[in-house]
């Protein structure tokens, strides 16, 4: 019994540990998403000069930056549940005390928040890119 009451604790502070992580990748996502449209800025200004709608462009970096966010969230998943039945299985090994690895709803709910969260961060640079003016990104450097 005083084992599941510290394995427990243990549970809640790595649901901390893991919303923190979660916190810090979303940072360096949105940092390298402003590199990458930093990068392709002229790309989407010669776009605008040759006549693409505004809402195209829009578009582009929306659906550029939703993948990645889809992509990292499911691939973040896949390597996390790999990750923890490999530790389940090391440790039920070496102790002999079953600790089960299971994604639950609430494994899913947190992936389906992020992906929710991405879609609706992609908003942002897309709409930066949308309003910024053709002449000043073809003449910045």
């Known amino acids: 019994m005083r084992l599941y009451e510290v394995l427990g604790d243990i549970r809640a502070l790595m649901s901390w540990l893991a919303l923190a ?5 979303v940072i ?45 969230a499911l691939l973040g998943l896949l390597l996390g549940s790999g990750a923890a039945f490999f530790v389940s299985a090391m440790i039920t090994r070496e102790t002999g005390i079953v600790l ?8 899913l709910s947190l992936v389906g928040g992020m992906i929710l969260f991405g879609l609706l961060v992609a908003t942002l640079p897309a709409f930066l890119a949308y309003r910024r003016p053709v002449i000043q990104s073809l003449t910045a450097p």
């Open 100 to 107: 089960p690895a299971e994604i639950g709803w609430g494994e």
């Open 21 to 25: 992580t979660q916190g810090l990748v």
């Open 28 to 72: 360096a996502m949105l940092a390298g998403i402003m590199a990458i449209l930093t990068l392709h800025r002229r790309q989407f200004a010669i776009l605008r000069a040759l006549g693409a709608p505004r809402l195209y462009i829009f578009l582009c970096v929306w659906a550029q930056i939703a993948f990645i966010a889809v992509a990292g």
